[in-house]
């Protein structure tokens, strides 16, 4: 079949099969495939927003057991470099969120093997208690799968006793891509396999969850297995429909085991406009411009993307790999105006919370994200003598104080 037939299909509404998806994002020139993405993007959403979320990215440790190739940020347990954050630290995190127009975190971590399942529900209850109409869009489905492991209970009880403690929705990380030859290679099998993964979604969506999807490229993935990727999310959206939005972004090689270099701009928008033609199932489609920049993410408008993320406030895990992109609400809304469309503040859920909260009331710039924690901050947090220490370096420090 020849790309014009492909994309007259599309332009129909007909469904892409692997075959179609491959020869277009392989041979179709980059203008046709932003023109069918962007289209498929205006049937979607016709009425001209685009949307964005005020809130912030907070890694509670970068203590971690799974050792991702991929990975700059995580240190391995026993490292001076390691860090838990405190409840209050958390806290502090989330009066700063508010006071920028912000109601959610994104709360992702590594893999510590001495923070048990239940100083998660013990933060989380703490969270709602302080601030109850705060959401909490936390712990990627390697996450859970590493605290099923740690519990000893299965993977639904986990988002059970999760949710019951205040979990409100899952973020699609951990996801790389979905494909286990991939998945072996990155070291990241263990962690999950695609099946795993995939599964922790279905039962979060069964329990009424909703989550996002992820995707990052640029590895030593083939384009075959980016587009099995797609194709698997969007067979588990047919499944439970439960996925609110996909992002996708590419590998940012610094500082990492794995090395190499990042994919360009170019084959950042050519891979968004084929996952809006692949996923024909999913409302949302992220611009990432944390990977890819403002200028860029402002393109992505033009690609398929009808959201432009989070302000994100804090970032950690992209910039311990080399990227160190800001932009704060005004300078989003800004982007989105600028390329033609309207701007609305959302929630987790895509509901329209309403204009931008600069134009309400004065807020300060934000020029630059912030950390995790201070350069050279090693405190430890008080509360977490009253957890089980499973590593000797954990045990170690206890007993010795630092
Ligand atoms: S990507 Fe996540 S799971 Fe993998 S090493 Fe980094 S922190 Fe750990």
């Known amino acids: ?11 129909a509404g007909g469904r892409l099969n692997r075959a179609e998806a491959l020869d277009l994002y392989l041979n179709a020139p980059t203008s046709l495939l932003g023109a069918l993405a962007d289209e498929a993007r205006a049937r979607r959403h016709p009425e001209g927003i685009v949307t964005y979320i005020i809130d912030r990215n907070v890694n509670y440790t970068n203590v971690c057991v799974a050792r991702c190739s991929f990975c700059a940020f995580y240190r391995p347990v026993g490292s001076d470099d390691g860090y838990v954050l405190g409840f209050e630290e958390i806290f502090r995190k989330i009066d700063e969120t508010i006071a920028l127009g912000g109601g959610q975190l994104l709360l992702q971590g590594g893999h510590n093997p001495d923070l048990p399942l239940d100083w998660y529900e013990d933060l989380f209850r703490a969270v709602k208690q302080r601030y109850p109409a705060f959401r909490l869009h936390a712990l990627s489905p390697p996450e859970v799968i590493h605290l099923s492991r740690l ?10 006793r999760l949710v019951a403690a205040g979990l409100d929705s899952i973020p699609g990380g951990g996801a790389e891509i979905l494909v286990d030859r991939v998945r072996k290679i990155l070291n990241c099998y263990g962690k ?8 922790v979604m279905r039962h979060a969506h069964g329990a009424r969850l909703r989550t996002t999807a992820t995707m990052m490229y640029g590895t030593i993935e083939t384009v075959e297995e980016r587009l099995e990727h797609l194709f698997r999310l969007r067979d588990l959206q047919d499944e439970t429909g439960g996925f609110t939005a996909f992002i996708a972004w590419s590998y940012q090689p610094e500082h990492t085991e794995l090395g190499g270099s990042e994919a360009t701009g170019v084959e950042y928008l050519r891979t968004l406009a084929i996952a809006r033609l692949v996923l024909d199932n999913f409302d949302n489609l992220q611009a ?4 890819q920049g403002g200028k860029v993410g402002q393109l992505s408008l033009a690609f398929g993307a009808n959201d432009m993320g989070s302000v994100m406030i804090e970032e950690n895990v992209v910039r311990a790999a080399g ?9 989003i809304v800004r982007n989105i105006e600028n390329a033609g469309f309207m701007p609305k503040r959302r929630n987790m859920h895509y509901e329209i919370l309403g204009d931008p909260v600069f134009r309400e009331r004065s807020l300060p710039r934000m020029l630059e994200l912030a950390v995790a924690r201070a350069d050279g901050d090693t405190s430890r947090p008080p509360e977490i003598v009253r957890y089980a220490a499973r590593s000797a370096a954990e045990k170690k420090a206890r007993l010795t104080g630092h």
């Open 1 to 11: 079949m020849s790309i014009a037939t492909i994309a007259d299909n599309v332009r």
């Open 151 to 160: 519990s000893r209970l299965e993977v639904p009880q986990v988002i059970d």
């Open 192 to 199: 999950a396999t695609a099946d795993e993964w995939l599964d």
């Open 288 to 291: 990432s411009w944390v990977t």
């Open 323 to 331: 990227a160190a992109y800001c932009m704060d609400e005004i300078e």
